[in-house]
């Protein structure tokens, strides 16, 4: 069974900061990883999405890596804003059948202070 | 273009009683999937259905149910409610559900229980 683990659960920077969200997952058979914004009553959105071929994306002042064989994925937030404040998720697709689902690890929620 | 949406927001029932969550995908797109989020748990995979069929389902008792109508719209079904239902119910779309497609998600319907 596919788990997804975020670390920090929580974490408080000052704006202009650099900063790492980290996301590990037990099953490295995996189709692709996806980073997750949520706002607070508001639905998820997508930030980014990583093929399981692919090492990293880049969006903006976002930057997300991918290591399948070790389990691990960051997301890099360069510059931080107090814009960025918000919950950060993780998901996992699985590789085939039953486990196609995406498996959410329980975010990290952001604060960044002006 | 109109985003994923969900009806009603907020939901207050009693225990015992069901309940039918709405959700309207973005034009053309044939996949939706739900998701229960709860603090404890976090985000919980419930089922997804592409062209009026369930291709995929999470680990959920058979209280939760759903389908799919032919312009895509889907529905979720919560009979015999209990306290543990209280949760946000998320809907996500996609075109068709593929692994290298990022899904849309709507800002989900809150369901508290009594």
Not at chain 2, 88 to 99: M, P
Request: net charge positive; glycine share 10%; aromatic share 10%.
């Amino acid at each position: 069974k596919q788990e997804v683990t975020q670390i920090p659960a929580a974490l408080s920077v000052p704006e202009g900061e650099n900063l790492v969200l980290n996301c590990s997952f037990t099953d490295s058979a995996i189709y692709n990883l996806q980073w997750f914004r949520q706002d607070p009553g508001k639905g998820l959105t997508s930030l980014l999405l990583i093929q399981s071929s692919q090492r990293e994306q880049t969006s903006g002042r976002l930057n997300a890596s991918l290591d399948k064989s070790s389990g691990r994925s960051t997301l890099y937030i360069a510059a931080s804003q107090p814009g960025d404040s918000a919950t950060y998720l993780c998901a996992v697709r699985g590789s085939g059948g039953s486990n196609y689902k995406l498996t959410f690890g329980k975010g990290t929620l952001l604060t960044v202070n002006p | 273009k109109a985003g994923v949406t969900q009806t009603p927001r907020y939901l207050i029932k009693t225990r015992g009683q069901q309940v039918t969550l709405s959700c309207s995908p973005i034009s053309g797109h044939r996949s939706v999937s739900w998701y229960q989020q709860t603090p404890g748990q976090g985000l919980q995979f419930l089922f997804e259905y592409f062209s009026e069929t369930q291709r995929n389902k999470g680990n959920f008792p058979g209280r939760f149910s759903g389908r799919q109508f032919s312009n895509s719209r889907s529905e979720m079904n919560v009979s015999t409610l209990e306290l543990g239902d209280s949760a946000l119910y998320l809907c996500a779309s996609s075109w068709t559900g593929g692994g290298s497609q990022p899904q849309h998600f709507g800002d989900g319907t809150r369901l508290s229980i009594l």
